[in-house]
C-alpha cells in the first residue's frame, strides 16, 4: 500500500508538463494548420518548426496566422515558431463569451503556451498585436523573454480619429472582388508586393458570398477588439522584458487601391506626412522615454506591413536582437536598404 501512494505522487510530481499531444489540441505537420480547443475558443496556430526558444509571432487586426507563412520561417534559427491566429479571426472561432477585449486576447495565449508546454516565449507582433505583446510584459514577466513590435508600439486611442480623416480613395471594383482569389491579387497590389502568404491570409479571412467577398470576421469584432486594445494602454515603464520597437516612416503611399488615381495616391501621402507621420513620431518619443530596456527604430521608406515588404532584412534585426547578450543596448548592424 505505502509502496502505491509513494508511485502514485511520483507520478504526479514528475509528470511531464501539457504538450502539442495535448487532447485539447490536433497538430499538424510543420507549416500546417493546427487547433487548440481552450475555455471559450478554439485557436488557430502554425508551428513553423524550429530548435531552441520560442518565439510567437500575433498578426495585425484583419489578419491571421497565415500573413507569416514566409516570414515565420526565416526566424527559426536557433528558435522555435510558432504563429497564432486571434479569436474572432480567420480559422479561430468566435469566442463562445463574445469577449474580445485585450484581457481575452492575452488570456488565449497564455492558455495556447500552457496547452503546448511552453513555459516562456519571445513575442513578435504586428500592428495591434502590440497591445498583447505590452499587457503580456507588464502582466505576465514571468512568460516573456523578449518582445519585438512591427509598427505596433502605440498608443492607439487617437487611431479612430486618424482614420476617419483620411482622404476619399477608390475601392475595389467589381472585379477585384468577385472571388477570393481575384481579391487576394487586388490585395497583393495594395500592398505592393508578391506574396504567397498575403494569399493565404486572404484565403482565411475572406469568403465568398453571393455576389461578392467579404470578411469572415464582422464590424463588431473588428470594433470590439481594437476597443479593447485602447482600453488596456500600454505601460512602457512596467515592461522589463528587452524590448525592440520598428517604426515605419509614415511617408510613402501604402494600402492605397491599385484604382486609385494620381491625385488620390498624392491626398493619402500629404495626410500620412501631415498627420500620421506626427503623431508616429510622438509615439515613438513615448517609448523610448518610458521604456526599461530596449530600443527603437524608424525605417525609412517603409511600409505598415514591413515584414512583407522587406522580409530578410527584418528577420536578420529580429535574430540579432533576440541573440544578443546586451539587449538594452541593442545596435542595428545591418544596413536598412532604401525603396
Not at 472585379?175 to 497583393?188: C, N, P
Not at 465568398?208 to 515603464?237: F, H, M
Request: aromatic share 8%; hydrophobic share 45%.
Amino acid at each position: 500500500m505505502r509502496s502505491a501512494v509513494i508511485a502514485a505522487f511520483a507520478a504526479l510530481l514528475f509528470a511531464a508538463p501539457a504538450s502539442a499531444k495535448d487532447t485539447a489540441c490536433t497538430s499538424a505537420a510543420i507549416g500546417g494548420d493546427s487547433y487548440c480547443q481552450l475555455k471559450s475558443v478554439r485557436l488557430h496556430y502554425i508551428d513553423h518548426g524550429g530548435q531552441g526558444p520560442v518565439v510567437i509571432l500575433l498578426a495585425g487586426l484583419g489578419s491571421s496566422a497565415h500573413v507569416f507563412d514566409e516570414f515565420g520561417p526565416l526566424l527559426r534559427q536557433g528558435h522555435r515558431v510558432i504563429a497564432v491566429t486571434r479569436r474572432g479571426y480567420g480559422q479561430s472561432s468566435d469566442a463562445s463569451n463574445g469577449d474580445y477585449s485585450n484581457g481575452a486576447l492575452v488570456g488565449d495565449l497564455l492558455e495556447l503556451m500552457d496547452h503546448l508546454g511552453i513555459q516562456r516565449a519571445s513575442f513578435v507582433g504586428h500592428s495591434l498585436a502590440g497591445g498583447e505583446l505590452a499587457t503580456l510584459g507588464s502582466k505576465h514577466p514571468e512568460r516573456v523573454d523578449r518582445l519585438v513590435y512591427i509598427d505596433a508600439a502605440y498608443d492607439r486611442s487617437e487611431v479612430p480619429s486618424l482614420m476617419a480623416a483620411l482622404p476619399p480613395s477608390a475601392s475595389p471594383s467589381p472585379t477585384a472582388l468577385a472571388t477570393v482569389a481575384s481579391f487576394a491579387e487586388w490585395r497583393q497590389q495594395a500592398l505592393g508586393v508578391r506574396s504567397k502568404a498575403v494569399v493565404a491570409d486572404v484565403a482565411a479571412t475572406m469568403q465568398q458570398g453571393p455576389k461578392s467577398v467579404a470578411p469572415r470576421t464582422d464590424q463588431k469584432t473588428a470594433g470590439a477588439a481594437l476597443a479593447g486594445d485602447i482600453a488596456a494602454k500600454a505601460k512602457w515603464e512596467e515592461i522589463a522584458a528587452p524590448s525592440l520597437a520598428f517604426y515605419t516612416s509614415k511617408d510613402v503611399a501604402e494600402q492605397v487601391p491599385p484604382e486609385a488615381s494620381a491625385e488620390q495616391r498624392q491626398a493619402f501621402i500629404d495626410y500620412s506626412v501631415k498627420a500620421l507621420r506626427p503623431w508616429m513620431l510622438r509615439q515613438q518619443a513615448e517609448f523610448l522615454s518610458r521604456r526599461q530596456c530596449g530600443a527603437a527604430l524608424e525605417v525609412p521608406r517603409s511600409t505598415h506591413h514591413l515584414f512583407l515588404e522587406r522580409p530578410a532584412w527584418l528577420a536578420a534585426n529580429i535574430l540579432a536582437f533576440l541573440a544578443s547578450t546586451k539587449p538594452c543596448e541593442s545596435v542595428f548592424k545591418t544596413v536598412d536598404p532604401v525603396r
